[in-house]
């Protein structure tokens, strides 16, 4: 099973690539994270943001895998604990399909993306920068799979 992040967004700082990545390279080869980063739409004054959102989202989607499951990143979405977060991990390695969780831009996610989603995962409902999200996600998914394996890394 692999879980791919397809993130808007382009060029991000050292820090967040280098926080990433440390947590990414930890998850086991049977349960991957990958990132899909996605071209931001070009903006203009002008253009209105639904047109930006639509964009974005075609491209997201497009980045889904044939049968793939498909969560996306949503403040309104459900907001789970580490411990629920694991089952979650315990029950997507039980189906064995692919998971793409989807990051949308600076204007969010299109209905398109929100439409498609099983369901909505809300990490905060603090507003985070997008960047960030890369990493809380990564972490967190490393958290829950040192809890299923019983990893000392997470400590009840």
């Given at each position: 099973?692999?879980?791919?992040?397809?993130?808007?967004?382009?060029?991000?700082?050292?820090?967040?690539?280098?926080?990433?990545?440390?947590?990414?390279?930890?998850?086991?080869?049977?349960?991957?994270?990958?990132?899909?980063?996605?071209?931001?739409?070009?903006?203009?004054?002008?253009?209105?943001?639904?047109?930006?959102?639509?964009?974005?989202?075609?491209?997201?989607?497009?980045?889904?895998?044939?049968?793939?499951?498909?969560?996306?990143?949503?403040?309104?979405?459900?907001?789970?604990?580490?411990?629920?977060?694991?089952?979650?991990?315990?029950?997507?390695?039980?189906?064995?399909?692919?998971?793409?969780?989807?990051?949308?831009?600076?204007?969010?996610?299109?209905?398109?993306?929100?439409?498609?989603?099983?369901?909505?995962?809300?990490?905060?409902?603090?507003?985070?920068?997008?960047?960030?999200v890369r990493v809380i996600v990564a972490e967190q998914l490393y958290r829950a799979w040192s809890m299923l394996t019983r990893h000392p890394y997470h400590r009840d």
């Open positions: 099973m692999r879980i791919l992040l397809v993130a808007v967004g382009t060029r991000m700082p050292s820090w967040v690539q280098t926080g990433y990545e440390e947590y990414a390279k930890r998850l086991p080869r049977d349960c991957r994270l990958e990132l899909v980063e996605i071209p931001p739409a070009k903006r203009a004054r002008t253009t209105p943001v639904e047109r930006l959102r639509q964009a974005e989202g075609e491209r997201l989607l497009a980045a889904v895998p044939p049968g793939g499951r498909v969560l996306a990143l949503d403040e309104r979405g459900l907001s789970w604990s580490t411990r629920e977060l694991a089952e979650q991990l315990t029950h997507w390695q039980r189906t064995g399909k692919d998971v793409a969780l989807l990051v949308g831009g600076p204007d969010g996610l299109s209905d398109a993306c929100r439409e498609r989603a099983e369901g909505l995962w809300s990490l905060s409902r603090l507003t985070l920068p997008h960047a960030m």
